[in-house]
């Protein structure tokens, strides 16, 4: 945790978004996440000056100790004029925790370097667009980030899990969202074990002494938030390919019949996303058992779920979420967390529209329904819009209601104000033109709005981007003579919102543009209405106190 900043109020706060996001099979795993991530060290601000084009991490795993050996390649290219620059890696602590670096070369010339506590800056004279690779060596017992345990079965494993910048605790890189680039890993580890990662595997071959050196290669641009290793006895399923997608489940081997029978969902759920949103931008995807601290992390193209995932009954719901994120998060990324919703919330609304198209509209409202009162029930205890420009390195508070429920809400809000039709053109256009890059908020605006032809400024600006919610006060009464019923809406709220409010009457919908501070309706009504039911498809983002007078 950033000096300055309370452990003890940060880890409430996280309880607390715990129970208002996560189911509770998802919370215990979770927990162990809040301590580690609070307190990992700082990653740079996105270098200035260089661009990581490609990193090749060869890694020495053994099962004496927890320390590793790593041979870091990192190519770059220069975006401007320097004569050194920084790289992300925690380096070893008063607990002997982190990674020290003993050589760093380029074209085998030796570097000078210096390593403070989370970064080591490499001294080398370089003009923009030049490209260069530099050799980093370096060994340690990670801090944090590639988690070195045991799973139930005490058997020793070996998990990356990066999330948000994690990853300079085991691996030397430029650990933002916005620096994407390909990856290699090559581990040699006892032969024992199996290693998953990213991308396809090139190689596995025998070494001397019990080892076996395994290479995965990724060809698609990833943030270091996903670049990992996955290292353990697994039982390994091929469940099939969807449109020409090899699907795999990793598991450990005391849980594979059950973990290959629940995880078999995953090749349903792939489909719904490459029809409605675009190609898988990977080779594979496999679905990995894995001793991550989330409930599921959604590492490209290798998704790591908790150790009791195999067993719960919200895997599906799980699944979709992770898998979403393989769109929106891996392949089109945010620029920077404050953007975090386009992650989170995209996830979070694509499951729900997944689970909308299998099981029905009424999944939908009773989801939203809950949804929304997790997002009010936040805003009592962080004020903040969905944008949150005000964290700065704790991104763990970024786990919460706004980013996840209320960023869904929104793009639900967005496809009722667009219609089907062009809410699936513009997420399918937007994912078409930042696949392999990063987007914030505004990117997603524009495309939007050039896909509908709609201004769409104030809704993000009310929706993402302004704290709080519409707080309506709504009161009606039946007028005989003339056969209406006279609605009168106050926005009782700070600040306004334009929005549209839909009223059913006994059964009749009738939508009602709400503007003003007051606003009144005359809606026709034969006879005095035995029903009145405010956001009866439950299309609105808001709090509602009704009173028939």
Known sequence: MQKGVNPGIFINFTFYLFRMIFTPSIRKALTVALVSAALAAKAQVPGASIDVQHYTFALQLNDDNNNIKGQATVDIKFIKDATSFNLDLVKRNASDKGMLVSEITEKGKKLKFEQDSATVKIYDAARATNRRSYVITYEGIPADGLIISTNNYKHRTFFGDNWPNRAHNWLPCVDAPVDKATVDFIVTAPDHYQV??????????????????????????????????????????????????????????????????????????????????????????????????????????????????YKTPDIEELMAHEIAHQWFGDAASEKSFAHLWLSEGFATYMTHLYLENKYGPDTLKKRLTAEREKVIGFEKERFTPVVDTVVKGQYMQLLNANSYQKGGWALHMLRRKLGDALFWKGVSNYYAKYNGGNANTDDLRRIMEQTSGQDLKVFFKQWLRTAGHPDLGISWTYDAAKAVVNVTVDQKQTGLYDLTLQIAIDGQLHNISIKNKTTTVLLPSKTKPESVVIDPDVNLLASFDVVAK
């Open 196 to 309: 998953v990662s990213n991308g396809l595997k090139l190689e596995e071959m025998a070494q001397p002494n019990h080892l076996k050196l395994t290479h995965w290669q990724e060809n698609a641009v990833l943030p270091t938030k996903v670049m990992v290793i996955g290292v353990a006895d697994f039982a390994i399923e091929h469940t099939g390919d969807v449109k020409g997608i090899p699907v795999y489940t990793y598991v450990f081997p005391e849980n594979k019949d059950q973990g290959f029978k629940n995880y078999f969902i995953a090749k349903d759920i792939l489909p719904f996303y490459i029809s409605k949103v675009g190609p898988f931008a990977y080779e594979k995807l496999a679905n990995v058992q894995s001793k991550t601290i989330f409930g599921g992390m959604e590492n490209a193209s290798a998704i790591f779920y908790f150790e009791e995932s």
